[in-house]
């Protein structure tokens, strides 16, 4: 058993243990770079353009930034993670927001598919006959 226990052991400390960035990285003092922010220059020279505009409603940039973290067999499990969302009005900064991780809900994300309005569901057989003639022979350059 105590053999058994050493493998085991062994086995589980071979795993990997690795951190990967996503997003931006945000500066360490970002409450304290973000509060003299009042226009929108001011905010891409010290974070950088943003990730996503929003296009309705109210104008808002975010930012985003995560570890995340791989633990061999273990499940994959984001941390430090930052959201920082600057409401813009023309060219300046109204207000600024920053999420961390206690501020942001769990999201528990959907295994299930979105279904795509006016998509067109094929089958196999009917994906096959309409690949027909789309390709030109290898060689021919077109």
Not at 12 to 26: D, I, M, P, S, W
Not at 74 to 88: C, E, F, G, I, R
Request: aromatic share 10%.
């Amino acid at each position: 058993m105590k053999k058994l226990f050493l493998i085991l052991l062994i086995s589980l400390t071979a795993c990997t243990f690795q951190t990967k960035h996503r997003g931006y990285v945000f500066p360490p003092d970002l409450d304290a770079t973000v509060a003299n922010i009042k226009t929108t220059t001011q905010l891409t020279n010290e974070i950088g353009s943003p990730q996503v505009k929003t296009i309705y409603g109210d104008t808002v940039w975010i930012y985003y930034g995560a570890d995340e973290n791989y633990r061999g067999p273990l499940p994959l499990k984001y941390d430090n993670q930052t959201v920082l969302l600057a409401w813009v009005d023309g060219n300046r900064v109204t207000d600024i927001k920053i999420l961390y991780d206690d501020d942001l809900p769990d999201i528990i994300i959907s295994e299930d598919e979105t279904e795509i309005p006016a998509a067109i569901e094929l089958n196999a057989l009917q994906e096959l006959f309409n690949n027909v003639g789309r390709f030109s022979p290898a060689g021919l350059g077109q």
